[in-house]
T-cell receptor
Framework: GAGVSQSPRYKVAKRGQDVALRCDPI?????LFWYQQALGQGPEFLTY????????KSGLPSDRFFAERPEGSVSTLKIQRTQQEDSAVYLC???????????FGPGTRLTVL | AQSVTQLDSQVPVFEEAPVELRCNYS??????LFWYVQYPNQGLQLLLK??????LVKGINGFEAEFNKSQTSFHLRKPSVHISDTAEYFC??????????FGQGTRLTINP
């Protein structure tokens, strides 16, 4: 079946622009996670949804980062007034309820100039 | 707070040689452990996971890992590597249906 998809795959933004990154999870997966992966580093947790409820947003680095999942399916990560330090790959993962596998999408590579 | 340490940032090995990628974690409670592989310009793919039960876990592509609670380790092994195993490998830990905490990654390079 279809895996997790993310769009766009690549995004170049000028500093100060707003961006929106989309994640389509695997159908039926209640859990959805966003991670940020800087160059040469492991992914770092940003936020977690169970259905439409955002249960953990402790990893969002500033109030410029905002995520939503209004209908418990597709999720959008929005970054306002982008800064150069926001340049990274943003990974989305989905999973079933419980301590089980998270399935990752291919990521969106964001470059802020 | 949980943390994961991957002791080697790069591991070069010759094709058909055995390999071990080391992972240690710190946590005061029971955890779930994972190894993911990342090929260039791709997302993360699960290799194997430990949730409970047998401490020796077998995964895809001939990889296996052993959970050692006393040493808080979860090292990844393969008896004979192939060129196609060249990739970045990440160890990760979680508590329940929560976020994954990843190590810094180990770049495995296979030389012919």
């Amino acid at each position: 079946g279809a895996g997790v998809s993310q769009s766009p795959r690549y995004k170049v933004a000028k500093r100060g622009q707003d961006v929106a990154l989309r994640c389509d999870p695997i159908s039926g997966h209640v859990s959805l996670f966003w991670y940020q992966q800087a160059l040469g580093q492991g992914p770092e947790f940003l936020t977690y949804f169970q259905n439409e409820a955002q249960l953990d947003k402790s990893g969002l680095p500033s109030d410029r980062f905002f995520a939503e999942r209004p209908e418990g399916s597709v999720s959008t990560l929005k970054i306002q007034r982008t800064q150069q330090e926001d340049s990274a790959v943003y990974l989305c993962a989905s999973g079933l309820a419980g301590p089980d596998t998270q399935y990752f999408g291919p990521g969106t590579r964001l470059t802020v100039l | 707070a949980q943390s994961v340490t991957q002791l080697d940032s790069q591991v070069p090995v010759f094709e058909e040689a055995p390999v071990e990628l080391r992972c240690n974690y710190s946590s005061s409670v029971s955890v779930y452990l994972f190894w993911y592989v990342q090929y260039p310009n791709q997302g993360l793919q699960l290799l194997l996971k430990y949730l409970s039960g047998s401490t020796l876990v077998k995964g895809i592509n001939g990889f296996e890992a052993e959970f050692n609670k006393s040493q808080t380790s979860f090292h990844l092994r393969k008896p004979s590597v192939h060129i196609s195993d060249t990739a970045e490998y990440f160890c990760a830990v979680s508590q329940g249906a929560q976020k994954l905490v990843f190590g810094q990654g180990t770049r495995l390079t296979i030389n012919p």
